[in-house]
């Protein structure tokens, strides 16, 4: 039986914390922690009373990557096939289809996610962090594609994910070098959205955030503002598919918020539990 290395933790409030739970190696992930982690995501994404997901790791990292070790022991180790059976993986065939080798990196989510950064999220690692829409950072945080020193590839979305975050110049700078980028600089180039003295703490503060908002409008914003970015081929399309998905919201949410508004509510910007 597997060693249960990723801890699953739903609350009344519908916010679910997923954490990486294997300190002694820097939370480095191998193939059955990977699965661990998609059925994580999963579960957070198949529940309808968790809104907000936050991703950490336990101890003082978050993430060091896909554990080499596990890599360096395949049988197969030196073959052309080596790489596919190490990482026990297969090839692309449609998002939330075959599972990515650090597990859920091939899904999209339909809820927000927030990864909560302490320590180093590099390499496997820093794709994870990617897969969440925000991430929240201590000074302790680290991202890097440090797999550039052993030959190891970015083939969980970093190469997809990381230029649409902080732009393909800053990404390359990343990539090519592999480089360590620390908090300060990641809060500069938008790799981080927070730089706080407890990540896991700020990252429940924003979640709780999220959760005062009407969900369906959240959602349907984030799955336009995911859809211009990955998945459209022209400004046209974007926006048919940000009116169209919109649009569906308008009755549910939009008009009762409307006439929140008539009678008072968020005149001036304000926030009606606090701010952001």
Do not use: W
């Amino acid at each position: 039986m597997a060693e249960n290395t990723v801890l699953y933790e739903p609350t009344d409030e519908g916010i679910t914390t997923i954490t990486i739970d294997r300190p002694s190696v820097r939370n480095a992930v191998n193939h059955a922690t990977s699965l661990q982690l998609a059925e994580a995501f999963q579960s957070f994404e198949n529940d309808s009373t968790q809104k907000v997901c936050i991703l950490t790791g336990a101890g003082t990292n978050f993430c060091a990557g896909y554990d080499l070790h596990e890599v360096a022991g395949s049988s197969s180790a030196g073959s052309s096939s080596a790489g596919s059976s190490a990482l026990a993986v297969g090839p692309v065939d449609k998002l939330n289809g075959a599972l990515g080798p650090m597990g859920p990196s091939r899904m999209r989510l339909s809820k927000p996610v927030i990864a909560a950064v302490s320590g180093h999220a590099v390499a496997g690692g820093l794709e994870l962090a990617l897969l969440a829409d925000l991430r929240v950072v201590d000074a302790t945080a680290v991202f890097g594609v440090f797999c550039r020193r052993f030959g190891v590839p970015l083939i969980d979305g970093g190469t997809v994910r990381l230029p649409r975050v902080v732009g393909l110049g800053r990404a390359l700078d990343m990539i090519l070098t592999g480089r360590p980028v620390d908090a300060q600089e990641a809060l500069a180039i938008g790799l981080a959205n927070r730089l706080v003295e407890d990540a896991v703490d700020g990252a429940r503060e924003l979640a709780r955030g999220l959760l005062r908002f009407p969900q369906r409008c959240m959602r349907a914003d984030l799955a336009a503002a995911q859809y211009g970015a990955y998945d459209a081929a022209s400004l046209e399309e974007a926006l048919r598919f940000e009116f169209e998905n919109g649009a569906k919201v308008v009755a549910e949410e939009s008009v009762a918020g409307a006439r929140r508004f008539d009678k008072g509510a968020g005149r001036g910007g304000a926030f009606e539990k606090g701010k952001l």
